[in-house]
């Protein structure tokens, strides 16, 4: 049976090796009005969060086998009581003035490596640039904002990101990565300085292969590197 006052909302971002991207699903009401989201839906009773954000995110958009990061609850009793939502609302939930609380989870992955598509309620589900993102349903921008200030502060201190860069990487590559996230412009010098200072690399006796201009050096994940701490 569904909870009808607890849901679980999803915030995927996904890096294609330039840019960061976040998923979002068209959603029509009666009216045929399109208004976007995150995916995200009502919990089921006898399932966990994290079941139900596993479950939701294949049910709306096929995405299967993600790891999500739980990110926050969003609990403002009109969260769910803005005009622009009624329709939607009265269309499909059996009991659209209940008041829903929600659980946020964020996951971070390859675009290249998943294939999503639309279901259930979600009419189209598409990437989206995430320094162009539009007005969402509900509360979904600040859930989106939300999950993007705790993606940033986990890659400051090394806990996630560098999953996204392959095994052998240039240090090009991985400052693309961080600009991507971060949103904004890094200096070469300073960066390179920085990293190879602290030891976020490693250097291999190896350069890039099959490329026009000159090979440069690659490195990998250093995983002996600690956590920093706040």
């Given at each position: 049976m569904v909870n009808p006052n607890v849901s679980v909302d999803c915030v995927v971002f996904g890096f294609d090796g330039d840019g960061l991207n976040v998923l979002l699903i068209e959603q029509?009401?009666?009216?045929?009005r399109i208004r976007l989201a995150l995916p995200g839906d009502l919990v089921l009773d006898e399932e966990s969060l994290h079941?139900?954000?596993?479950?939701?995110?294949?049910?709306?958009?096929?995405?299967?086998?993600?790891?999500?990061?739980?990110?926050?609850?969003?609990?403002?009793?009109?969260?769910v009581r803005d005009v622009k939502d009624l329709a939607w609302l009265q269309s499909y939930r059996e009991n659209p003035?209940?008041?829903?609380?929600?659980?946020?989870y964020f996951a971070l992955l390859k675009s290249e490596d998943f294939n999503p598509h639309a279901s259930s309620f979600a009419e189209r589900v598409f990437w989206h640039p995430?320094?162009?993102?539009?007005?969402?349903?509900?509360?979904?921008?600040?859930i989106f904002s939300q999950a993007l200030r705790i993606l940033?502060?986990?890659?400051?201190h090394r806990q996630v990101g560098h999953e996204l860069l392959p095994e052998k990487f240039t240090l090009s590559q991985l400052q693309t990565l961080h600009e991507a996230i971060f949103?904004?412009?890094?200096?070469?010098?300073?960066?390179?300085?920085?990293?190879?200072?602290?030891?976020?690399?490693?250097?291999?006796?190896?350069?890039?292969?099959?490329?026009?201009?000159k090979p440069a050096r690659l490195y990998?994940?250093?995983a002996n590197t600690p956590v920093l701490e706040e």
């Open positions: 029509k009401d009666v009216g045929q079941e139900a954000a596993q479950r939701v995110l294949w049910e709306l958009t096929g995405l299967e086998g993600v790891y999500l990061h739980q990110c926050g609850a969003f609990g403002d009793p009109n969260r003035q209940a008041r829903v609380i929600t659980v946020a995430v320094y162009q993102v539009p007005e969402l349903a509900f509360d979904h921008n600040a940033r502060k986990e890659m400051r949103g904004e412009m890094l200096d070469k010098r300073n960066f390179r300085k920085k990293i190879i200072k602290e030891m976020w690399v490693l250097p291999l006796e190896e350069k890039q292969k099959g490329v026009v201009h990998e994940i250093n």
